[in-house]
């Protein structure tokens, strides 16, 4: 049967039809805020390239997080800026680091608002290199047991979900390994399991301060554009070394990889709308290219129709909003 008599206009004809035939939704629990901490900040700094982000202060993510907990977000990423760096970024996994501190401050004030935390050594090295040099070359086996270190320290501190995001061999494995020997069994691992080599992280790195000196080339550990067996693979080994939820990043160049690590494996998966998809949708929007709220709520539908169970973004206070 066709034209005429099949007519698929008769179910988009009123508001009320595209409703009840909706097969995609989006939820506030599906979303996650980040949220910039900066140990040298005595209150909030706007973020130049991401209008709308700030870099908060101790005294000023209080009150933000309450924020977003009464708006009826679920869940935040934190991101730290410590006042000193190190070759080696040990700061990382100082027991009193800006992380640490934050995990515990949020945890004792809002205890059912879900703390995720970045596990990358790119914001605490003083090159901003996502794992430790040596002669100019990448230690991977030597930042596994710097991440170990980081990732205990943020369990001690009361982290919910840890999410490793340096794309280094067998980190989700030697997470893991060391979380259980120290009776943090529970604490669940999120990967950022495929994590390609982006232009999309530009503004990302003016927030976390993670630039880095010249010689960073992310390129030889995090995932060539040119990929996507290769990011199969990546998500296969992580679901066999223990990762609890697999990310994906960033999400609208990479919504075949949304879907394929969702139909490829059985965890949830996590798509990060990153800085510069938000920069780039924020900006036009600004130059009255889109409607805001509109634009970004039809890349966020499209990320979990895709495949995603859960989403990233810094616009998730603004959805929520609306949402309500
Ligand atoms: C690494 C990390 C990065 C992002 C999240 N975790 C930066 C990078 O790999 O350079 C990017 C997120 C974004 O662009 O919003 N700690």
Redesign the pocket.
């Known amino acids: 049967m066709t034209f005429p008599t099949v007519r698929l206009l008769r179910n988009r004809q009123t508001k009320e039809l595209r409703n009840i035939l909706a097969e995609t939704a989006l939820h506030k629990s599906d979303l996650i805020m980040?949220f910039f901490i900066n140990e040298t900040l005595q209150e909030k700094k706007a973020v130049e390239k991401m209008p709308g982000i700030c870099q908060h202060s101790f005294s000023s993510l209080l009150p933000e997080v309450e924020r977003i907990v009464n708006l009826g977000l679920s869940s935040v990423i934190l991101?730290g800026i410590p006042e000193e760096k190190d070759p080696h970024g040990n700061v990382a996994f100082h027991s009193h680091g800006v992380i640490q501190k934050a995990i515990q401050e949020i945890k004792k004030h809002f205890p059912h608002l879900i703390v995720i935390a970045?596990c990358?050594l790119?914001?605490y090295t003083s090159g901003g290199h996502?794992g430790i040099m040596e002669e100019g070359k990448l230690n991977n086996d030597a930042t596994l047991a710097s991440l170990q270190k980081v990732a205990l320290s943020y369990a001690e501190s009361g982290v919910d979900i840890i999410a490793p995001?340096?794309m280094m061999d067998g980190m989700v494995q030697a997470i893991r390994a060391g979380l259980d020997a120290h009776h943090h069994e529970m604490v669940p691992i999120m990967s950022?399991a495929v994590?390609y080599a982006s232009q999309?992280?530009g503004?990302?790195?003016d927030a976390?301060g993670?630039s880095g000196d010249a010689t960073v080339d992310?390129k030889v550990h995090?995932l060539d554009p040119r990929q996507s067996r290769e990011a199969v693979r990546e998500a296969l080994l992580d679901v066999e070394e223990g990762a609890d939820y697999l990310m994906v990043?960033?999400a609208l160049p990479y919504l075949d990889m949304i879907y394929q690590v969702k139909t490829r494996t059985l965890l949830p998966v996590v798509a990060?709308q990153?800085?510069?998809e938000?920069a780039m949708l924020k900006l036009a929007a600004k130059q009255g290219l889109f409607q805001e709220w509109e634009v970004f709520y039809e890349t966020l539908i499209g990320i979990k129709r895709a495949g995603a169970d859960l989403i990233i973004s810094?616009y998730a206070d603004e959805i929520a909003k609306r949402l309500n």
Do not use: H, I
């Open positions: 980040p991101f970045d990358c790119c914001e996502c995001s340096g950022y994590k999309f992280y503004p990302f790195r976390a993670s992310r995090q990043k960033p990060y990153v800085s510069g938000y810094y």
